[in-house]
């Protein structure tokens, strides 16, 4: 979910075992918004003493039709170093249901002034790899070798390590954010699932018929630039993953400061008919 970003060579499950893998995980349609709260701070000048923000997030389609996501995460950092520094993040993509191609749009602010604008598209060859067609910040043509996953392949992948028992995930995603040009070696891992019983509470809007009873797992995501020998990851996301792709319990962790996230509002859509 690094829309929504390895080191350690331990494969638990390949890409290899590609659709067939997650023909029997489908995604459920859902909007939700995050409220964010500051979970670590930090010293100097890159120092955050208090944070603030918002991640909303909507989350359509089925692997028939397609997954389209808008994203938009607002957020103000303040510290006694530098004050108060707000960003606005604003993203769209839309993955195709047969995983070979992704659609990104990324427009950003800073202190209110426009940022970098991203646009492209990712397909699949025949050949392996991906053709990517950025159109912005300037058109170019870029291919990245590999097997690589979209990122709701990737959360279809992480669903099906759970629920099979494993307890890592090593793939290579791409997820059309930074420069359009990057493909992030990840390493996920995946805890034992929560105790319906006695696991924490879940904030009110998640307390319903639908969501209480269902399967959830904590999992951590590391993103690694490609490269050879000990890495530190470039960005580190924690959360509870629902058998639905649905998560919770956010927790962000930008290296100098870390952010944790909780569910405000939470709202499913209706499942479609797609059997896929």
Not at 166 to 187: H, I, P
Not at 224 to 236: A, H, K, L, Q, S
Request: aromatic residues 8%; charged residues 25%.
């Amino acid at each position: 979910m690094r829309a929504w970003l390895s080191a350690i060579g331990v494969l638990a499950l390949s890409f290899g075992a590609s659709q067939a893998q997650t023909a029997g995980v489908p995604l459920a349609g859902h909007r939700v918004v995050y409220d964010l709260t500051l979970a670590k701070g930090g010293s100097g000048a890159k120092g955050v003493d208090n944070a603030r923000g918002r991640i909303a997030f909507d989350f359509l389609g089925d692997a028939c039709e397609g997954y389209a996501l808008t994203y938009r995460q607002v957020m103000v950092l303040e510290s006694t170093e530098v004050g108060a520094r707000t960003s606005d993040l604003r993203t769209t993509t839309f993955e195709s249901g047969d995983e070979k191609s992704f659609r990104f749009k990324t427009e950003s602010e800073q202190q209110g002034a426009t940022g970098r604008k991203l646009d492209g598209d990712a397909e699949r060859p025949v050949a392996g790899g991906l053709a990517v067609q950025l159109r912005q910040p300037k058109r170019e043509s870029v291919a990245l070798a590999g097997d690589v996953l979209f990122p709701s392949a990737h959360m279809k992948r992480l669903i099906a390590a759970a629920r099979a028992g494993e307890t890592t995930l090593n793939v290579k995603v791409f997820d059309g954010s930074d420069d359009g040009r990057k493909v992030y070696d990840t390493l996920g891992i995946i805890g034992r699932p929560v105790d319906l019983t006695a696991g924490p509470a879940v904030e009110p809007p998640l307390r319903n018929d639908a969501m209480s009873r269902m399967t959830r797992w904590p999992v951590t995501l590391s993103y690694f630039t490609p490269g050879d020998g000990e890495r530190t990851p470039v960005y580190v996301i924690s959360f509870e993953l629902y058998e639905n792709g649905v998560s919770r319990a956010l927790r962000l962790d930008y290296g100098d400061f870390a952010l944790k996230g909780e569910v405000a509002r939470f709202d499913l859509v209706p499942a479609s008919a797609c059997q896929r």
